[in-house]
C-alpha cells in the first residue's frame, strides 16, 4: 500500500467510523447470535490475491458490526464506561502510523518526553501529590492496564519489603498483600504472577454501609502477620470500588502503612477521572500517603483503550526493581543518567506511542470540556437514581457517589435478576449486575459520551414497565 493508496483507503475507513458513531445508537447493544456465529461467516482462510479495502469495510458491516458489544452505544450501562473519542482515534492513528518503539528514551526521545509531560499534566488535572511529578522524585508511566499497574506496584512493594532481595531469591510466602474484600480480581492476579501463593493476598473487611474497609480490620491483619513472622509488603486502597463505587479511607489506611513502612497502592481506575473536577476531589482525600496510584483514561476520560495512568512517589526504587540491561540495549543516553527509559517502569520491554492519544485529548476538550464529561456522567446518574428513589417498587442497594448506580427490586434477588433479564434483551440497553452483602443488584454505569437525559429516561421507562409485567406476572 503505497502512501497515495493509504490516504484514499484512510479516508474510506475513516468515513465508515464517523458514519458507525452516527448510527450507534440504532443498533441493539448487544447482539443475539450464539457462540461461532462470526467464525463460521468467515472463510476458511486468507485470499490467494490481495483485496481492496472496501472488501474489507462490506465484511466489516456484514460479519463483525452486526454480532458486536457496542461500548459507545449512548444505551450501553454496563460494567464500566470504556470510553473512545474522535481525538483518541486520531491521536491512535498517528502512532500506529509512526510506529515507533518507544522502550528506550534513546529509541525514541519525543515518544518519552511527550508520556513524561503529558502525565505531569494529568497529575496537575487531578491535583495528585507533587512528589507524583517527574520535576520531583516521583513520576508517571502509562501502563496498558489498572492490573499491570497492580503487578508493578506489587514488584515495587516486594522489592522495598525484602531489602532487594527479591531480585536474586526470589519470594517465598513470607509477603504478603492486602485489599479489601471488594478490591479488584488484579490485585490478587498479581500477588500470584509476584509468587505470593493462593494465600498471598489478605481480604480485610469492609463496612457493609459503605462497602469500604475498615482500617482497624487492616491494622489488625498486619499486626497478626508481623507477630507470625509474615511480612507486609503492600496495601492496596480503592477509590471507586468495582463493584459500587465505594471508596476506601485512604489517608487512615495511609497513616497504617506509613507506620509500618508498607507500600501503598491506591487503585482508581474508574474513579480517578472524576478528580478532574475540584468538586469530586474529597474522593481523592489521602493520596498523598500513596507509594503509587493509577487510573484509567481508558474508561471515563474518553482516551481509548488501552491507557492507564500510573505514578510512583519514588522512581528510583521502581527502576531498581525491574531494571534489567543485557548488552544490545546499552546507550550513551541511559548511562548519562538523564533520560527515562520506559521499559524500567512496566513488564514488556517494548511500548507504543500512547501520549499521543491523551496529548490529542486533552488538547482537543481541554480541561473545562473533560470535567463537562465527567459532570455529565454524574448528574445523569444523579437523575436516574432520584427515578428509583421515588419508586416503591424499587430501592437503591449503595451510595453513588459517581457514575454508577445499585439499585433492586424489593422483591427480592429472583425478581431483580429476571428484570435485568428482561432489560437486556429488549437491545436498547445494557446493564450488568453485582452482590452487595450476598444481594443481588442491578448495576447502572453513565459514561459513554454519546449518553444523554433522554437515553437514561429510556432505560428508566424500560426498568419500570418491565417491572411492571414482572410483578404482576
Ligand atoms: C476496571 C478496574 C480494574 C481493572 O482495569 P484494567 O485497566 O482493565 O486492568 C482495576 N481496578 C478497578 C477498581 C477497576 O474498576
Redesign the pocket.
Known amino acids: 500500500m503505497d502512501p497515495e493508496e493509504f490516504r484514499r483507503a484512510g479516508h474510506a475507513v475513516v468515513d465508515w467510523i464517523a458514519d458507525y458513531w452516527e448510527t450507534v445508537g440504532q443498533r441493539p447493544v448487544t447482539s443475539q447470535d450464539p457462540p461461532g456465529a462470526v467464525a463460521a461467516a468467515l472463510p476458511a482462510g486468507p485470499t490467494e490475491q490481495g483485496e481492496p479495502v472496501e472488501a474489507v469495510l462490506a465484511d466489516l458491516d456484514r460479519i463483525v458490526a452486526p454480532r458486536l458489544t457496542h461500548w459507545q452505544h449512548p444505551g450501553f450501562f454496563g460494567y464500566?464506561p470504556a470510553n473512545t473519542s474522535g481525538p483518541s482515534v486520531l491521536g491512535d492513528l498517528v502512532s500506529s502510523g509512526l510506529g515507533v518503539q518507544g522502550m528506550l528514551w534513546a529509541t525514541g526521545p519525543a515518544c518519552t518526553e511527550l508520556e513524561t509531560v503529558m502525565l505531569d499534566w494529568l497529575a496537575d488535572l487531578l491535583d495528585l501529590p507533587k512528589r507524583f511529578r517527574s520535576t520531583g522524585p516521583g513520576g508517571g508511566v502509562i501502563q496498558d492496564?489498572?492490573?499491570s499497574a497492580a503487578l508493578v506496584a506489587t514488584l515495587g512493594a516486594l522489592h522495598r519489603a525484602s531489602k532487594g532481595r527479591w531480585r536474586t531469591d526470589g519470594v517465598d510466602r513470607r509477603y504478603r498483600a492486602y485489599a479489601s474484600t471488594q478490591g479488584?480480581s488484579?490485585i490478587e492476579k498479581a500477588a500470584r504472577m509476584a509468587g505470593l501463593g493462593a494465600d498471598g493476598v489478605r481480604a480485610i473487611e469492609v463496612d457493609p454501609a459503605t462497602q469500604a474497609m475498615r482500617p482497624a480490620a487492616l491494622r489488625a491483619a498486619i499486626e497478626a502477620d508481623l507477630a507470625a513472622g509474615v511480612v507486609p509488603a503492600i496495601v492496596v486502597a480503592?477509590i471507586?470500588?468495582?463493584s459500587t463505587t465505594a471508596v476506601d479511607p485512604v489517608a487512615e489506611i495511609g497513616e497504617i502503612c506509613a507506620e509500618h513502612g508498607v507500600w501503598l497502592h491506591v487503585?482508581a481506575?474508574?474513579a480517578g477521572s472524576a478528580a478532574v473536577c475540584p468538586e469530586l476531589r474529597w474522593s481523592h482525600a489521602g493520596v498523598e500517603y500513596a507509594d503509587s496510584y493509577c487510573f484509567?483514561p481508558h474508561?471515563w476520560l474518553l482516551t481509548g483503550f488501552d491507557c492507564?495512568a500510573f505514578w510512583v512517589a519514588d522512581r528510583g526504587e521502581l527502576i531498581e526493581a525491574l531494571t534489567v540491561m543485557p548488552e544490545y540495549l546499552r546507550n550513551a543516553a541511559t548511562e548519562s543518567g538523564v533520560v527515562i527509559d520506559y521499559r524500567d517502569w512496566q513488564v514488556p520491554l517494548g511500548r507504543r506511542f500512547r501520549a499521543l492519544k491523551l496529548w490529542f485529548v486533552l488538547r482537543w476538550y481541554g480541561v473545562e470540556g473533560l470535567r463537562a464529561h465527567i459532570r455529565s456522567g454524574v448528574a445523569l446518574a444523579d437523575r436516574f437514581a432520584a427515578r428509583v428513589a421515588a419508586d416503591d417498587r424499587f430501592e437503591l442497594a449503595a451510595p453513588h457517589p459517581f457514575s454508577l448506580v445499585c439499585f433492586r427490586l424489593r422483591a427480592g434477588d429472583e425478581a431483580s435478576a429476571e428484570l435485568l433479564r428482561r432489560v437486556n434483551t429488549t437491545g436498547r440497553v445494557l446493564l450488568t449486575h453485582t452482590r452487595i452483602e450476598g444481594r443481588y443488584a442491578l448495576r447502572l454505569a453513565v459514561g459513554s459520551p454519546l449518553t444523554t437525559e433522554h437515553h437514561v429516561d429510556e432505560a428508566w421507562h424500560l426498568l419500570s414497565t418491565e417491572a411492571d409485567a414482572l410483578l404482576s406476572d
Open positions: 464500566f492496564s489498572a492490573s479488584h488484579s480503592t471507586g470500588t468495582t487503585d481506575a474508574y484509567d474508561k492507564d
